[in-house]
């Protein structure tokens, strides 16, 4: 499975991106997608995730009520809108996906795209 993250780019304070997530070669449709960010010399930190069904959503604390998680089983694709934006949210954001189960927020997915820089200046 390849993933591709795109949508990243520079935003000023309080404004929004939308980031984007194309799987393909191969089957994901039970798989859970998450969205995981880093700035350099910090570990990577969830972000947010959602099952294959989108019934199940988890947001970080730090980015709740401002960002919202969604996916295409049929497109395998999947969205993070991110608004209200801080510099604090400014990172390498990379989307991720593994068989469900297990605990999310941490970042043994199996697969992971290549990363897609959000830079928001005060």
């Known amino acids: 499975v390849q993933l591709q993250a795109s949508g990243g780019g520079l935003v000023q304070a309080g404004g929004s991106l939308r980031l984007s997530c194309a799987a393909s070669?191969?089957?994901?449709?039970?798989?859970?997608m998450g969205w995981f960010r880093q700035v350099p010399g910090k570990e990577r930190e969830f972000v947010a995730a959602?099952?294959?069904?989108?019934?199940?959503?988890e947001f970080a604390d730090s980015v709740k009520g401002r960002f919202t998680i969604s996916r295409d089983i049929r497109e395998k694709t999947g969205t993070l809108q991110m608004n209200s934006l801080k510099p604090e949210d400014t990172a390498v954001y990379y989307c991720?996906?593994?068989?469900?189960?297990?605990?999310?927020?941490?970042?043994?997915?199996?697969?992971w795209g290549q990363g897609t820089l959000v830079t928001v200046s005060s």
């Open positions: 991720a996906m593994k068989p469900r189960g297990g605990n999310w927020r941490v970042a043994n997915y199996d697969f």
């Open positions: 070669g191969g089957t994901v449709n039970m798989y859970v």
């Open positions: 959602i099952s294959n069904s989108g019934f199940r959503i």
